[in-house]
């Protein structure tokens, strides 16, 4: 008996409408979460090469198609990276977003377009400084996405090359792209 009301406790607590199949509800969604160093950005052709595993993160509020937020670009170092001269360690690069949202009228398949401007975050930024001087300029981008009915989200960009996957709605839009190795 105890099995059967633990069971009915459980079912009636759950909301499954409001998560998609990962269990990931859109209003809930967090970009970081998840987000590790690869093992496979340790070495380049069996060579300890200094680099790091990287994502890019948008989190942005939207407030009647004005849209507010930071993008950055997380790095995991890798072993190589932290014992090197360069003072490698992990680290971000930020930038402060402002811009648009619209629907899709040039991306077939696309539910909204987010043009915006990216302002290089300097003070919130923590990598090492010749990093940031090389990767940290200010940006124009327009990302164009592709709404799921449950709020999920593909994130692409103009040239139809995926930039990560997240979620949009009426007050929010969010994407973490795949890891990539950086080598230094």
């Known amino acids: 008996m105890r099995i059967l009301t633990l069971a009915l406790v459980l079912t009636a607590c759950t909301d499954e409408s409001t998560t ?19 093992p496979g950005c340790e070495e380049v052709s069996g060579t300890a090469t200094p680099g790091a595993t990287g994502y890019f993160v948008g989190d942005f509020s939207i407030d009647d198609g004005v849209v507010e937020g930071v993008e950055e670009w997380v790095l ?23 811009g ?8 077939v398949g696309c539910t909204h377009e987010i043009a915006i401007d990216a302002s290089f975050d300097g003070e919130g930024s923590d990598c090492v400084q ?11 981008v327009i990302y164009y996405v592709q709404a799921s009915s449950d709020g999920t989200a593909t994130w692409e960009f103009q040239s139809g090359t995926t930039l990560g996957e997240g979620i949009v709605n009426d007050t929010r839009a969010a994407y973490v792209s795949e890891s990539a190795c950086k080598w230094f």
Do not use: H, M, R
């Open 76 to 98: 995991f170092a890798n072993q190589a990276w932290k014992d090197s001269n360069d003072e490698g360690a992990d680290c971000s690069l930020k930038w402060d977003v402002f």
């Open 130 to 140: 010749g990093l940031e001087d090389a990767e940290g300029s200010d940006l124009n």
């Open 20 to 38: 998609d199949d990962t269990g990931t509800s859109p209003d809930t969604f967090d970009p970081y979460a998840g987000l590790a160093a690869q």
């Open 100 to 107: 648009t949202i619209s629907e899709a009228d040039s991306c």
